[in-house]
């Protein structure tokens, strides 16, 4: 089970820190992927981690602004958001698969899913 939380409101400019619990497995093994979807908008991968944890992978929007890591004692999977955008407001969601061939941040590729966490950065 993955537990997504840490959303919420914030102002343009600010910073919010995603947490992902995983629960029942390790995620040591695992590539782990955030993702977002605005209203009317189709799900997006934002960032990805590998199984290893030794690269990291970002969209084009958020480069240089967010971060993912991962913090295997606590088996959790965080992405660090800075300098947030009213664009950025979503519904984000991790997700796990440990059976992916390559790296992507295609939704679809991704097996395992947490229940959403909502953001909103407010201009």
């Known amino acids: 089970q993955l537990q997504a939380s840490g959303g919420g409101l914030v102002q343009t400019g600010g910073s919010l820190r995603l947490s992902c619990a995983a629960s029942?497995?390790?995620?040591?093994?695992?590539?782990t992927g955030w993702f977002r979807q605005a209203p009317g908008k189709e799900r997006e991968g934002v960032s990805l981690?590998?199984?290893?944890?030794?690269?990291?992978y970002y969209a084009d929007s958020v480069k240089g602004r967010f971060t993912i890591s991962r913090d295997k004692s606590k088996n959790t999977v965080y992405l660090q958001m800075n300098s947030l955008k009213p664009e950025d407001t979503a519904v984000y969601y991790c997700?796990?698969?440990?059976?992916?061939?390559?790296?992507?941040?295609?939704?679809?590729?991704?097996?395992?899913w947490g229940q959403g966490t909502q953001v909103t950065v407010s201009s």
């Open positions: 997700a796990a698969d440990d059976g992916l061939l390559s790296a992507t941040m295609d939704p679809k590729s991704f097996r395992y």
């Open positions: 981690i590998s199984s290893s944890g030794g690269r990291t």
């Open positions: 029942g497995f390790t995620l040591d093994g695992f590539a």
